[in-house]
């Protein structure tokens, strides 16, 4: 395995000089040097051999005892100096301080096919970050992370993704509900990779500080390394540069509402600075479309991430990052006038986006009033987001009522004939509006059917994964994985996750309920 090795960050950004590892506050450095925890008993339990093939690793190559060590953190590959960065972030609202890489340990940047990508090992151990935990991970929450970010990539979502997927062989203590009642679990290890792991808070942190120095330095490499269109570093530059941030941000987040991800923990540590989904949590997906569920139990008070409010959310992080970037820019107005239009745009993108889902590409005078019809509806009776969408695909002339999207309403034998006249009327003016589409049945099915996906990661389902996975058999995480790098297409074989979700996982932990224990 010859990796081409490249070390932008490290070479360009001020290190800790302090190389012990103990927990500590790190002032003017991006990052600090640490070497990841060797484990008992590494084993690859998934490689994903579209990932590595992006790194010029073949399949032979996944299988050897030096891509098991490397990618456990058990052999440091040569040439190569794995560190942990320092980031702070405002956590559920506020400022949490310096927060930092405290189970992610970087280790190193491959460059293949003109491309730069950062590989990452997550739980490999502690780190200068790591604060009052242990830097290590559980099998269930790797299993969540590693499937969700190819899933995410294939639905053409931005994202960070996955290489590998590993036990460690080592034991883990976990409270998963916080109560009191801790346990031990299986290890885990992902590598995971990305052009970037910056994160909103790695510039909050020297804003804090008031090292403007040093946040210059890491603003003048992220424009050169990542924006380099922008050109050379300057006020103007950093302004541009927010503004593609805001964009970059937006863009994620439609389509987390396009496919029905709740990231869960949308605090500013785990905010992309190129607006990648990252740090898979306690996230989730709608089955029932609601816009005030969250899969977070940390969160079950306030809500503060639910489905409804990440655009809301996305805006207020942007506030953070622009506050971030006041002490190098000086002026407010510009950073407002890019925050409004933050507002703007997503109104516009939102509205364009939902009628996408409902094969609508004109624009007719009523549509606004049309589309949030429709999100009452949903609303009416649970009705599954995934399912309702993807059938409704199937609407003509002749199959053109609640029936054909029936099969996406949990108890319909319980919804009321208030609701049904509801949904029947929100039909007819449907059947009406497609007249103003002028195309044919068949062809709005096939683009309907290209932003509405068939599968998702549902809740149950990566949970199915991890009780299997826990008693040694890890096919069905292949299963999934296969299944979801064709989430658009129909796939017969595999029809039986093309269902809502079933009643044991409604209230059953790990399915509708997540908390942060990881
Ligand atoms: P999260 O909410 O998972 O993004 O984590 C917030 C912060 O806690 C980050 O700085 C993480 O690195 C850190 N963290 C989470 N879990 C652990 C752990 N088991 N050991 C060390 N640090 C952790
Ligand atoms: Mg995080």
């Known amino acids: 395995m010859k990796l081409n090795i490249k070390n932008t ?20 450095a991006v990052f600090s040097y640490v070497n ?144 009191g009642n801790p346990a031990y679990e299986k290890g885990a290890i992902v590598s995971r990779v990305s052009p970037s792991f910056l994160r909103f808070g790695n510039f909050e942190i020297f804003a804090a500080r008031n090292d403007k120095k040093n ?66 949590g306690p996230y989730g997906w709608l089955e029932g479309f609601d816009f005030g569920w969250t899969p977070n139990t940390t969160d079950v008070q306030n809500k503060r991430y639910r489905y409804g409010n990440q655009p809301n959310i996305g805006l207020w992080n942007l506030y953070k990052l622009a506050n971030a970037l006041y002490p190098i820019i000086e002026e407010a107005e510009p950073l407002e006038n890019i925050l409004n239009q933050y507002k703007v745009n997503f109104e516009k993108k939102s509205f364009k986006m939902m009628k996408s889902k409902l094969g609508l590409f004109s624009e007719e005078d009523n549509d606004l009033d049309f589309v949030q019809n ?16 993807r059938l409704l695909s199937n609407f003509t002339d002749e199959k053109s009522g609640l029936e054909i999207i029936k099969k996406a309403i949990y108890n319909f034998e319980d919804v009321s004939d208030e609701v049904i006249d509801k949904w029947d009327f929100w039909f007819l003016h449907y059947k009406t509006r497609l007249q103003f589409e002028f195309t044919t049945d068949s062809k709005r099915k096939k683009k309907m059917n290209k932003v509405n996906p068939k599968y998702v990661l549902r809740n149950y389902m990566a949970q199915l994964a991890i009780d299997a996975a826990d008693k040694g058999d890890f096919t069905l995480i292949d299963e999934l994985y296969k299944l979801l790098k064709k989430p658009y297409k129909e796939q017969p074989k595999h029809e039986k996750w093309f269902a809502k979700r079933p009643e044991w996982a409604r209230h059953k932990v790990g399915c509708s309920m997540l908390s942060c224990s990881s």
């Not at 001020?14 to 506050?25: G, H, M, T």
């Not at 940047?109 to 739980?123: F, S, T």
Request: one cysteine or more; a neutral charge.
């Open 215 to 280: 946040l210059k330095i890491l603003t003048d490499y992220t424009i050169k390394h990542h924006f380099p269109q922008l050109g050379e570093p300057s006020k103007e530059t950093y302004i541009q540069f927010f503004k593609e941030v805001t964009k970059r941000t937006l863009k994620m987040i439609i389509h987390w509402q396009r496919v029905g991800f709740v990231h869960g923990v949308m605090n500013t540590d785990n905010m992309s600075i190129l607006g990648l989904t990252i740090d898979y």
């Open 36 to 179: 990841p925890k060797k484990t008992k008993a590494p084993k690859v339990i998934h490689t994903s051999h579209e990932m590595a093939d992006l790194l010029g690793i073949s399949e032979k190559e996944t299988q050897s005892t030096l891509f098991k060590n490397v990618f456990t953190g058990n052999k440091i590959y040569p040439n190569t100096k794995p560190y942990a960065m320092c980031y702070g972030g405002h956590q559920f609202g506020n400022w949490a301080g310096q927060l930092g890489d405290g189970r992610a340990i970087n280790l190193f940047e491959i460059d293949h096919q003109n491309k730069n990508w950062k590989v990452q090992l997550k739980g490999a151990g502690e780190t200068p970050y790591s604060r009052t935990a242990d830097g290590l991970a559980v099998l269930r929450s790797s299993i969540r992370e590693y499937l969700c970010a190819e899933a995410m990539f294939h639905l053409r979502v931005p994202t960070t993704r996955s290489l590998s997927l590993s036990l460690t062989g080592d034991e883990v203590l976990r409270d998963v509900l916080y109560d």
């Open 9 to 28: 960050l490290i070479e360009n950004l001020p290190a800790d000089d302090n190389l012990e590892n103990s927990r500590r506050q790190v002032t003017e």
């Open 374 to 389: 429709l999100e009452d509806c949903l609303q009416l009776a649970e009705t599954d987001m995934t399912i309702f969408f």
